[in-house]
């Protein structure tokens, strides 16, 4: 009977997936609007990335839906937290800088639809940028991939994004393409 209540406290504990905190302090920026500056968020799972709660103090008479922008910069991030726009609904800009993300898919970008016009994720680990990533964010009008770790980009990465004006791929170590483009190339529309 011991055996049997040892191994099922195991296989609960295996199963329980800890809650995902937020904290944010919030601030209007003057001409870039409401910002969730990243004070505390650590994701190193694939698994447990979900926010479930975001905490901080919101300035007088704003609330999530008037958030625009999210920053972090030195937070352990491996991997794009899941939910952001649950919370922040009208979420455009998110920067993730110096926090060791490694892996972006596009199923990660896609609860921010056509909302999302700008991502910053510089300073980091990414590797791969996959076909069709940003596949649900036709909007986007700023990328920014500096000072990562990026191999490949593999055909398709940047298919369908019209808007885009500005993309930053600069101190990557060696960047190999699935085809024969040029770098005017790496966006068709």
Request: net charge negative.
């Amino acid at each position: 009977m011991k055996f049997l209540f040892v191994c099922l406290m195991a296989v609960l504990s295996l199963n329980y997936v800890k809650s995902v905190e937020l904290h944010c302090v919030f601030m209007e920026i003057e001409g870039s609007g409401y910002r969730c500056f990243v004070q505390s968020l650590t994701i190193t799972s694939k698994n447990n990335r979900t926010i479930t709660e975001v905490i901080g103090e919101h300035q007088k008479g704003r609330t999530n839906d008037d958030v625009v922008y999210l920053f972090s910069i030195l937070k352990t991030i491996r991997f794009l937290p899941l939910e952001l726009a649950t919370f922040f609904k009208n979420l455009a800009t998110v920067r993730i800088s110096l926090a060791g993300l490694k892996q972006i898919d596009s199923s990660d970008f896609q609860q921010f639809g056509g909302v999302l016009k700008n991502i910053a994720f510089d300073n980091n680990a990414i590797q791969v940028l996959e076909a069709d990533l940003f596949q649900f964010n036709p909007n986007l009008e700023s990328i920014d991939f500096n000072t990562n770790k990026i191999v490949r980009i593999e055909d398709g990465a940047f298919d369908g994004i019209y808007n885009l004006t500005s993309l930053y791929l600069n101190d990557n170590p060696c960047i190999f393409y699935d085809d024969d483009y040029s770098w005017t190339d790496l966006v068709r529309n």
